[in-house]
């Protein structure tokens, strides 16, 4: 690299979206960049001319260590919807004459699907004008759901969390005996896509039996056949456990959690913020079996458990980032960096580029046949593909019995 | 030891009351205990004969680092309050002929406040009718609500998990920019003692700012003051995170969750069971501040989290076991094992016993003084009480990328 690289993180924040954006800085600097900038929170941000020089915040390689393993976006995300140049030709003339400012030879953007819009529309527009700024994309969401990559940074160490945290409240469910027994809702992000949810299965091992029942998005719920079969396992058992996405909904299409009475907010992009859905499930069960419920939402912990993160995860994201440079530099433009997996046992992966146009506004879900007939579990082989991507740990740096983060920069919460 | 030895667990579960018990099996083996017995879900599963043989699950050396690394109560608990003999002189007569069956020679209650009452009956009636079994008790609970003792085993795990989560928490907040911002409200156990809301505070050090404000149970809550501080930390920041106890109360006495409308419970000590605190004042803020709110409750991944164990608290709670078997061998009853704190830095500590009947029924609170004035956040004086007691880490035995506990009783959930 000749010139500068500007990179950006986007949507929702993870566990290893930082382990990106130190293997694009890391690669960068190899591989001669002059400056490598930071957009703050994301491309909103860079409107307003807010960025940071990243060699003032990552002196040494003690803070590529400790940024590998602070959690959530280092630098700011955003969740702004770049509007097409046919709408607003104003905003990309904007960027565009910032990154001629900033000498930019290579945008990369670590976000999710609508991430992906961006760099496709930014990569579109560059070709237009003939601009020579090249944009890739750098896959990140703990969702999972991006296509044409086996899987995406960041769903491994949530997967690990969701999995451990799972096994946890499985144990701590069987402690305290009700006259008509337990049952524990747990509620895990994913909006359309069950991968998250599905990935409490990791829990299931000879020391433990798992979740009763799984209710992923991609299978309508049936709420009286829910009960049916708690009120079922009940005679069997003293504790039920029952993971549900956040995204579940009934055959009218509406979501579980808007059959209470919470309000739901609506973000930029149009999505429900969707929150409630084991709090009503066991409000439900309460009313309908007269047992002891309780619930419990994973919340963000689920995509912030940095303590909890997968090796494996960590280090796929640092490729992911450090590949995205590297095709940059090559001539690369419009295409998002991708994962292949070349075998299950032993695991091996791999990065490669694919088009961003085949990629942004897909979401990949959890295959039919990866779900039971009667949609209330994973089958053997999802268990089989999330497996690999949860092993291996990246111990903390601890100080003083705390895990230690690269400090945050002043910039992103001071006024 | 010549005879048997008998353990039961009760009480809200932890990360480390698992590791009390391998502490009470390993020093009763070795001193000579012929049998010790396991309670099934304390006295309430030993009064219908519900009990193991703890040899048949502990086998192996690796069986009792598996089950220090274990959380909730392997045997399972119970919060059964024994009536006093004046009141039911049936129930000690049906416990002690059960214990005179099994030939038990000590009978070791791992629990809190209300076990700790169990142990004082017990040991009362034991004294009164000529009984020669020993009555110890084992401090545990997260809420480190115990007298007599510097700290509870449980406390210090749960306090390590709450600080880094926090800490994850914070981290995860300043990533989206909210036109009026965002104010988290993080809710943390503790009915009555703030030692667990005041942990939040370890999340602090030079890489982050740590909570802006907690708020403990042994403070009055002002909700307008409330209001009016989030008011002027949002002139400030971006993101205000702030810690509420669950317990919580405005002047008139009323828990801040009753503010809202959901129904709260009351278990069989007549304790409220408490929740909706975070939910309530979120919602609360979002109305008057029209910003952006989240609520997050710790819920019972605080006291499950065994995969973030303090190794303090781990080699304590240990301890603590050993030393309850300890005395019960020299003749001790109606004594509670306490831990002594002889130095903070370097942080040394040992075990003593002391009466039970100073003990049972007595709550220990935050000291005033280490409170601010203001009583929004605590002072260097709790910080130096708690930090010593999250030192060390408890690796996990990891097996395909998920920590490995000692397998679940069949019994204890198997109908």
Redesign the interface.
Known sequence: MKRNVIVG?SG??TAAINSSLAGVYRTAIDRGAKKVYGML?GI?GLLNEKYLDLSEHIKTELDVE?LKR????FL????YKLPSFHEDIGTYERIFSILDKLDIEAFIYIGGNDSMDTIKKLSDYAVLTGHTTKFIGCPKTIDNDLTLTDHTPGFGSAA?YI???M???I??S????YPRGLVTIVEVMGRNAGWLTGSTV??K?????GPDLIYLPEITFDIQNFKERIEKLL?????VVVAVSEGIRTADGRYVCELGNDINFVDAFGHKQLSGTAAYLAKFIAAELGCKT?A??????Q??????A?RIDILEAFQVGGAAAKAADEGDSGQMVVLQRFSDDPYQSGTAVRDVHKIANDEKCVPRNWITKDGTYVTQEFITYV?PL????VAPI???????????PKE????
Chains 1, 2 share one sequence.
Do not use: N, W
């Open positions: 993180q929702g924040p929170h909103q400790l602070t959690p959530a976006a700011g995300s955003c969740r690990k999995g451990t945290s096994k946890e409240i144990r701590d069987f402690c305290l005996e990791l829990s091992g000879e020391d433990c039996e005679k069997e058992k003293t504790s309780r419990i939402e994973l919340s963000t912990l995509r912030a458990g940095s303590h909890l997968s497996d949860v092993q291996g740990d601890m100080v003083s019995g705390i895990p230690r983060h690269l400090y945050t992103l919460y001071r006024k």
